[in-house]
């Protein structure tokens, strides 16, 4: 059976930083992309970052560049989502999500795998 469970979320000031992980287990060789959603409250999920199982040319909503780093570490199988100058609109629930194939997507439906998701609210 395969499990993404997120960890990190959390409370923090405006300005502050973050560092978001999403340990993978079961079937892991599947997860070809991995990303990162986010959805608040009375909004759609949506993009924030993904990567491939190289880590080359990682993809990131014009919302975060800059701000966001997505990393992966194939040998703990696990990705993570440094997050820095918080603002208080990225305050949501993060997703951490893997999809079996190439391209890197955007779109929550081509993702196969979902985790739980953790809370993060930045405060002003």
């Known amino acids: 059976q395969v499990q993404l469970l997120e960890s990190g979320g959390g409370l923090v000031q405006a300005g502050g930083s973050l560092r978001l992980s999403c340990a993978a287990s079961?079937?892991?060789?599947?997860?070809?992309?991995m990303a990162w959603f986010r959805q608040a409250p009375g909004k759609e999920r949506e993009f924030v970052a993904a990567?491939?199982?190289?880590?080359?040319?990682?993809n990131y909503a014009d919302a975060v560049k800059g701000r966001f780093t997505i990393s992966r570490d194939n040998a703990k199988s696990t990705v993570y989502l440094q997050m820095n100058n918080l603002k208080p609109e990225d305050t949501a629930v993060y997703y951490c999500a893997g999809r079996a194939g190439l391209p890197i997507a955007v779109v929550p439906t081509d993702y196969n795998y979902w985790g739980q998701g953790t809370q993060v609210t930045v405060s002003a």
């Open positions: 990567i491939s199982r190289h880590g080359s040319s990682p």
């Open positions: 079961g079937r892991t060789a599947s997860f070809y992309v």
